[in-house]
C-alpha cells in the first residue's frame, strides 16, 4: 500500500484548505486512517482519524470544530477538511493507515499505523 497527500499551500489566518490521502491499492474494509502533523522543532502530533467500517472520528482537542475527517470507501481516498486555519496549524500533515480496527482511543498512537504518506506542507501566515 502507498499512500500519497495532497492539499497542502500557504493560507492566511481564518482561511481552509483540504488535504487529501489516496491509496494505490483497494484500501482495507476494516482499519483507518489517520492524520498527523509536526510543527519545526515539535515532536509529531495526532490531528484526526476515521475508522473505516463504521466511519467513527476521533480529533485532537486543538482542531476540534475546526478539522473534518472523511473517506471515500469507492476511490480509497480520505481527507481533511481544515476551517479557520491559525498559524499554530502551520506544520506538515501526514496521513497514515492501520489495517485493523481499534476503539476510538487507539487512533492516537503512531504505533498503530503500518503505513505513512510522505508529508505536505500547511503554512498559516498573514
Known amino acids: 500500500v502507498q499512500l500519497q497527500a495532497s492539499g497542502g499551500g500557504s493560507v492566511q489566518p481564518g482561511g481552509s484548505l483540504r488535504l487529501s490521502c489516496a491509496t494505490s491499492?483497494?484500501?482495507?474494509?476494516?482499519?483507518?486512517t489517520g492524520w498527523f502533523r509536526q510543527a519545526p522543532g515539535k515532536e509529531r502530533e495526532f490531528v484526526a482519524a476515521?475508522?473505516?467500517?463504521?466511519?467513527?472520528?476521533s480529533y485532537a482537542d486543538a482542531v476540534k470544530g475546526r478539522f473534518t475527517i472523511s473517506r471515500d470507501n469507492a476511490k480509497n481516498m480520505a481527507y481533511l477538511q481544515m476551517n479557520t486555519l491559525r498559524p499554530e496549524d502551520t506544520a506538515v500533515y501526514y496521513c497514515?493507515?492501520?489495517?485493523?480496527?481499534?476503539?476510538?482511543?487507539?487512533?492516537?498512537?503512531?504505533?498503530?499505523?503500518?503505513?505513512w504518506g510522505q508529508g505536505t506542507q500547511v503554512t498559516v501566515s498573514s
Open positions: 491499492e483497494r484500501t482495507f474494509k476494516v482499519g483507518g
Open positions: 476515521i475508522r473505516w467500517n463504521d466511519g467513527h472520528r
Open positions: 497514515a493507515v492501520t489495517p485493523r480496527s481499534y476503539n476510538s482511543g487507539s487512533y492516537l498512537r503512531e504505533d498503530i499505523y503500518a503505513t
